[in-house]
Each structure stands twice: as structure tokens, then as C-alpha cells.
């Protein structure tokens, strides 16, 4: 059976940057997702279009295809106060935060000084060149149940 829309993939990857650094990987048959409902990125998907379970597939994603270019508008500096949280605040520290739009995103604290905090609502790889070597495990159709949620459910069904 070939990846295509509404397909569930199961894939093993690594993933490097430009320098051979490992940036996550996926062994085993743990990574599943539902093929054409957005739940990778574009430049890795596009990639597996087509391919059958025992493929191997190398590709490149520039950032434009997966996480974006870095904003710069998205790095600000704000009070501690702005945090709910009690506990102290630390560099590398992830939270979620509402947009004034009502969208929730990602932050990452990138320095504290004093009361003053700077994040970035970057994702951690927007503008970097992505390397993907990767083997496809399985490949099946999705139940209409995932198809109409947008996503893979576990053995047991619905999870969440």
C-alpha cells in the first residue's frame, strides 16, 4: 500500500541538522501519523507521498518547508510578573501562552534578568536545514473516525 491521503505512516527516523548533530529520532514503529492532515511537516510529507511500506527515503527540508523562517517579532522581553507560575523562572524553560487572537503557541525562555524575562515564540527549529533519514514501517488505511478527528488513534481507539 502506497502513502497517500488519509493513509496511516508509521516511520523510524533520525533527524540532523547541517552539522550531522542529532536533533530527535524515532525507532521501533513509535512515530505514527495520519498522511495529509498536517500533522508533519510539509517538506518531510511531501517527501513520503507515494512511497510503500520498506522504503528508505533521505531528504532535506529547507526551513520554508518545515518549521519557518525565525521572526524576530516573535522574541520580546517581558515582566516575571506576565508568568503565572510561582516557581523560578529558568533559560530553557517552555510554556504555553495565548496569542491575542486566542491561538495558543509554544514560548521559550531565552534569558532572565532580573524581573525582566526574554522569550521567543519560535518554534526551536525554525530556520534550520532539516535532515531526514527515514524507513517506512507500515502503511494502512485510516478509519473513518481518524480521518473525521485528524489523527492517528492508539490500538484501543480514541485517546484523548
Not at 518531510?44 to 526551513?63: I, R, T
Request: net charge negative; proline share 4%.
Amino acid at each position: 500500500m502506497q502513502i497517500a491521503k488519509h493513509k496511516v505512516v508509521t516511520l523510524d527516523y533520525t533527524l540532523t541538522d547541517k552539522d550531522g548533530n542529532v536533533l530527535d529520532q524515532s525507532q521501533g514503529g513509535e512515530f505514527t501519523y495520519l498522511h495529509g492532515a498536517k500533522n508533519i511537516i510539509p517538506g518531510l510529507e511531501n517527501a513520503l507521498d507515494g512511497k510503500k511500506s520498506g522504503d528508505e527515503v533521505k531528504v532535506s527540508v529547507a526551513p520554508d518547508d518545515g518549521y519557518g523562517q525565525r521572526n524576530d517579532a516573535l522574541t520580546q522581553v517581558v515582566p516575571k510578573d506576565a508568568f503565572e507560575s510561582n516557581d523560578e523562572i529558568q533559560v530553557g524553560q517552555q510554556f504555553h501562552a495565548q496569542t491575542p487572537e486566542g491561538q495558543y503557541v509554544m514560548i521559550t525562555v531565552m534569558n532572565v534578568e532580573g524581573d525582566q524575562i526574554t522569550i521567543d515564540g519560535n518554534h526551536p527549529l525554525a530556520g534550520v536545514d532539516l535532515n531526514f533519514d527515514v524507513k517506512v514501517v507500515d502503511v494502512r488505511d485510516a478509519t473513518d473516525e481518524e480521518v473525521s478527528h485528524g489523527h492517528v488513534h492508539g490500538p484501543e481507539g480514541h485517546q484523548h
